[in-house]
């Protein structure tokens, strides 16, 4: 797949960062696969420390990267948070921010790189049995912090009025189902 520009959202301010593309990929055994490319200015930015890769909750307080997918029919939904500090979080709702649980899963394997310019983060998980055969619609995004306090928030795409991640308009990426014939 090619790169998915995320869009930073218009009541945040880029602070420095230039520009913010993830791609992704859908294995055959129920893998996915996301590279998230920051370019900017890196100093800028407040990056967490890199730490052993446990699950926790709010991870978007900072500099996080997202993965939203769900089902064309229903109204459930997964969240997935990635941190560079090597955190993660994965739940699902039945309906939008209804019916929050944690989602049963494997830790996502995680890398992170980072240069003067450029930030990348790798990350690989295995979706759910029951979400592996299915097409899905996905909302991929980014919560950046800086160092001077301010948070921009960026997304494929963004419904009208304040940054929501949730909203089914940011699941705007197609990802069709993997045949393992």
Known sequence: MTEVPLMCHAQSLADGIESIGVTITRGTSGEITLTYRVSGEMDALEIPARSKPDR???L?????????????EDENYL??????????????????????DDLATNAPDIKFEQSKDA????VTLVLPDAWRE???????SAVIAT???????????????????HHKDCFAVQLEARSAA
């Open 147 to 165: 160092k001077s306090g301010n948070i921009s928030y960026w997304a494929a795409a963004h419904p009208a009025g304040e940054p929501d991640f």
């Open 79 to 100: 969240e997935y948070n990635f941190s560079p500090s090597s955190q993660w979080a994965a739940y699902q709702f039945a309906s939008y921010r209804e019916g929050l």
């Open 119 to 122: 930030l990348t983060l790798i």
């Open 60 to 72: 978007w307080k900072t500099t996080c990267f997202e993965l939203f997918t769900g089902h064309f």
């Open 134 to 140: 299915h097409d899905l619609c996905a909302g991929l």
């Open 56 to 58: 926790i909750d709010n």
